[in-house]
């Protein structure tokens, strides 16, 4: 696989639906980091995506082209486009620990969700989740790293949703399993800053705040 930057190949829309911040490199060496957000089209006609740079709404124009549908450009000012990790994610850069649900960084930066794992051939051992729900098989040459998601656990006081949709009530001293969605799960109270609390939540998470239509 060529190292050519991520959205080479992409179109505008399909680097819009990354929804991932990137880090831009100007000519003259500076670098801002943040998210891209779809702009009007300019003076001339051009679809464009651009990073918000400060609270009065300035822009720095980073891709553009004619339609949403066609791959863009990058202004003369522009030396690169880089995709950033999430934070939220621990790195894995042995080959041999990457696991089913990790996300497969190539070298080339793309981000691609591993959804199997297997012995396709031709050194090609992850088969991973492209745009428009097509799935391929990457080469293991392809590999720089890969990014595993780290589960979200009750960060505040309320009511959450564990990834069955048990319910769960956080306190600032408690956490308590009080309305299990699978019986015969237990109820369970640990202090909620405790490792033990944390050891026991992850076998439920991801967690997301209940709503009060869903509690």
Not at 133 to 154: H, M, N, Q, T, V
Request: net charge negative.
């Amino acid at each position: 696989m060529s190292e050519k930057p991520f959205w080479a190949g992409k179109t505008l829309m399909e680097i819009q639906n990354l929804d991932k911040r990137v880090k831009v490199t100007m000519e003259n060496g500076d670098v801002f980091i943040g998210k891209l957000v779809r702009r009007s089209r300019d003076a001339d006609g051009m679809c464009s995506l651009s990073m918000q740079l400060d609270a009065h709404r300035t822009y720095l124009h980073v891709f553009s082209a004619e339609s949403f549908d066609t791959q863009p450009v990058i202004p003369s000012y522009v030396d690169t486009v880089e995709l950033l990790d999430d934070p939220e994610c621990e790195r894995i850069d042995d080959i041999d620990d990457v696991r089913e649900g990790d996300i497969f960084v190539a070298k080339d930066g793309n981000h691609y969700p591993i959804k199997h794992i297997g012995d396709y051939g031709l050194g090609a051992t992850f088969c991973v989740s492209l745009p428009y729900g097509i799935r391929a098989w990457l080469a293991d040459s392809a590999f720089s790293y890969a990014l595993r998601p780290e589960p979200k656990l009750p960060d505040h006081d309320g009511l959450w949703l564990d990834k069955g949709d048990g319910l769960w009530l956080v306190t600032g001293t408690t956490v308590i399993e009080i309305a299990p969605k699978d019986p015969p799960a237990a109820s369970i109270s640990y202090p909620a800053s405790s490792i033990e609390a944390s050891e026991r939540l992850s076998l439920f998470a991801t967690f997301r705040p209940a709503k009060a239509v869903e509690a």
